[in-house]
């Protein structure tokens, strides 16, 4: 089971549960039947919400099922960046800052090369011949050639092409993933998770359920190949339900061919025969009678 | 002068004020409330041979934790998925098909319900309910046993018995696993077909909800994870 994946870090951020890669999150999808929910929009067009992407978050619950499992690691995002960045060795720093300034020169060049293009050929059409400024055509053939740092250094301001900022979405480069992470205590869970943990072991896929007015949607294998079988709620083993609430999960779970499904832990040592695996969950499948 | 006024008094209200329609074991009231599901039972939905249960069939001397029915539906009330797929495969109507005794439990909408209670139904009945007779045998044999326990009274002695009873009801259900088991591992069946007999050999009641306005839904409720039917 041991993969070159394991174990992979789950970031907290916020009180809530992420990862990154999307290597990883395929691999849980596949081997650990956690789909959790993908939330990446593209940022200049957020109104795309159809098709997301990576981070992909994860259910408090699919957290603490990894965690369990030793497949992942919790890193708290915040403390491990500021810690990271704070003790980082000085010319780390610089050559990071100084490889920065470079991309966004590089970027910035290209913008300027493809201005300067674009005005000689508009004034060419027009017949016109290309004023004579500093020659953008002319300085456009030794900067190809790769600029080494002390060329960069040397070279004064105002001789410097329009630099852009560069924001790296990734911090991998400068804090390499190799880093020893603070291991934090299990992730919180509520008192749902042993039915959480119940349905995941027999096999099912589980997914946030508020689509269906429920806590869990039970999936029989991968979402995208099956309807889900049961809308779960969880609860304590003396904590009151409303009869409404079991006769409307009942009405609503039958009218979309699902089974409202009501379950949780057990507390003391019941009777609790023919559950001889799993003793301590029990749940309760409720349809409509159909009368 | 007023009360000669009054309408005559409905069936329902016949039965519940009968002096026969309580018991010491139970609160009247839940008397009353499985009286009115029986109530509604026969005259709304057609069931047969209705019985009302008072003591659990599985420990002799216990009662349910609740005034419980059994009845048999006009028509089979509960086809599991698998077995309507077999039913079409044969070209048998489902109408057709045999109905089963089932269990009822009656409640009130008003009442909350924990899952350790349901837990306790569910521990106290059997798969298939014990038909009229039977339960009226059981009865009688509880209520003799009852009697005596009274004259011998100590307290350490009825709990001995609880103890005695559990460990057969124990014993009997080992017994059904195996029985099911034994037939299970024929080297024809898949996983698939092990998990459908599993689900189809769970206990299974139907859940009677009763409204002050005399509304009653029935829900039916498994002892366990079963998979959906695709109405």
């Known amino acids: 089971m041991a993969s070159k994946f394991e174990p992979f870090h789950i970031s907290l951020v916020a009180n809530r549960y992420f990862i990154h890669d999307v290597d990883v999150i395929t691999y849980i999808r596949r081997e650990h039947h956690i789909c959790g929910v993908l939330l990446g929009s593209i940022p200049q067009i957020p109104q795309q919400n159809v098709f997301l992407g990576a981070p992909l978050e994860l259910m408090p619950e699919e957290a603490r099922l990894l965690f369990e499992k030793g497949a992942a690691v919790v890193v708290d995002d915040l403390s491990l960046h500021k810690d990271a960045i704070a003790f980082l060795p000085h010319h780390v720093k610089h050559d990071y800052l100084r490889d920065l300034r470079d991309q966004g020169m590089i970027a910035g060049r290209g913008v300027q090369k493809r201005t300067e293009e674009r005005k000689h050929k508009a004034l060419?059409?027009?017949?016109?011949?290309?004023?004579?400024?500093?020659?953008?055509?002319?300085?456009?053939?030794?900067?190809?050639?790769?600029?080494?740092?002390?060329?960069?250094?040397?070279?004064?301001?105002?001789?410097?092409?329009?630099?852009?900022?560069?924001?790296?979405?990734?911090?991998?480069?400068?804090?390499?993933?190799?880093?020893?992470?603070?291991?934090?205590?299990?992730?919180?869970?509520?008192?749902?998770?042993?039915?959480?943990?119940?349905?995941?072991?027999?096999?099912?896929?589980?997914?946030?359920?508020?689509?269906?007015?429920?806590?869990?949607?039970?999936?029989?294998?991968?979402?995208?190949?099956?309807?889900?079988?049961?809308?779960?709620?969880?609860?304590?083993?003396?904590?009151?339900?409303?009869?409404?609430?079991?006769?409307?999960?009942?009405?609503?779970?039958?009218?979309?061919?699902?089974?409202?499904?009501?379950?949780?832990?057990?507390?003391?040592?019941?009777?609790?025969?023919?559950?001889?695996?799993?003793?301590d969950v029990r749940v309760f499948c409720v349809e409509w009678g159909g009368m | 002068m007023a009360t000669s006024s009054l309408p005559p008094r409905s069936t329902l209200s016949e039965i519940l004020s009968s002096p026969s329609s309580t018991t010491d074991l139970h609160p009247p009231y839940l008397t009353h409330l499985a009286l009115q599901v029986q109530h509604n039972l026969e005259h709304q939905h057609n069931w047969t041979s209705l019985t009302l249960h008072t003591h659990s069939p599985v420990t002799p001397n216990a009662p349910l934790p609740r005034p419980m029915i059994s009845g048999v539906p006009a028509q089979k009330l509960y086809i599991h998925p698998d077995e309507q797929i077999e039913l079409i495969k044969a070209g048998i109507n489902e109408?057709?098909?045999?109905?089963?005794?089932?269990?009822?439990?009656?409640?009130?909408?008003?009442?909350?319900?924990?899952?350790?209670?349901?837990?306790?139904?569910?521990?106290?009945?059997?798969?298939?309910?014990?038909?009229?007779?039977?339960?009226?045998?059981?009865?009688?044999?509880?209520?003799?046993?009852?009697?005596?326990?009274?004259?011998?009274?100590?307290?350490?002695?009825?709990?001995?018995?609880?103890?005695?009873?559990?460990?057969?009801?124990?014993?009997?259900?080992?017994?059904?696993?195996?029985?099911?088991?034994?037939?299970?591992?024929?080297?024809s069946q898949t996983e698939a077909q092990k998990q459908s007999q599993i689900e189809r050999n769970l206990k299974r009641i139907l859940l009677a909800t009763v409204e002050d306005d005399s509304t009653v839904v029935y829900y039916i409720i498994h002892d366990g994870l079963v998979k959906p039917r695709q109405n």
């Not at chain 1, 039915?195 to 096999?203: Q, R």
């Not at chain 2, 009656?106 to 569910?122: C, I, Q, S, Y």
């Not at chain 2, 106290?124 to 009865?139: F, G, N, R, W």
């Not at chain 2, 103890?163 to 124990?170: D, I, L, R, V």
Request: net charge negative.
């Open chain 1, 124 to 279: 060419e059409r027009l017949g016109l011949q290309d004023p004579p400024t500093s020659g953008p055509c002319d300085t456009t053939a030794p900067k190809e050639e790769p600029l080494s740092n002390n060329a960069i250094d040397s070279l004064p301001y105002f001789d410097a092409p329009l630099v852009y900022n560069v924001t790296p979405p990734l911090s991998g480069r400068i804090l390499p993933p190799t880093d020893q992470p603070t291991e934090l205590k299990p992730p919180k869970v509520p008192f749902s998770y042993p039915l959480y943990e119940f349905l995941h072991a027999k096999g099912y896929f589980i997914s946030p359920g508020l689509r269906f007015g429920c806590q869990y949607l039970v999936y029989p294998g991968d979402p995208l190949r099956f309807h889900s079988h049961f809308l779960a709620v969880g609860g304590a083993w003396d904590e009151e339900m409303d009869l409404l609430d079991i006769v409307g999960g009942g009405r609503l779970g039958t009218g979309v061919k699902k089974g409202f499904l009501i379950g949780g832990a057990e507390t003391e040592e019941q009777a609790c025969k023919g559950h001889a695996s799993t003793p």
């Open chain 2, 95 to 187: 109408k057709d098909v045999q109905p089963e005794r089932m269990w009822v439990l009656p409640a009130h909408l008003k009442e909350k319900w924990t899952l350790r209670r349901l837990a306790e139904v569910f521990g106290a009945i059997t798969k298939v309910p014990p038909s009229a007779e039977t339960a009226d045998e059981q009865l009688d044999e509880s209520l003799a046993a009852e009697k005596r326990k009274e004259q011998n009274a100590p307290e350490e002695g009825s709990s001995h018995d609880q103890e005695n009873a559990n460990e057969t009801e124990g014993e009997r259900v080992e017994e059904d696993q195996h029985s099911q088991t034994a037939q299970n591992n024929t080297p």
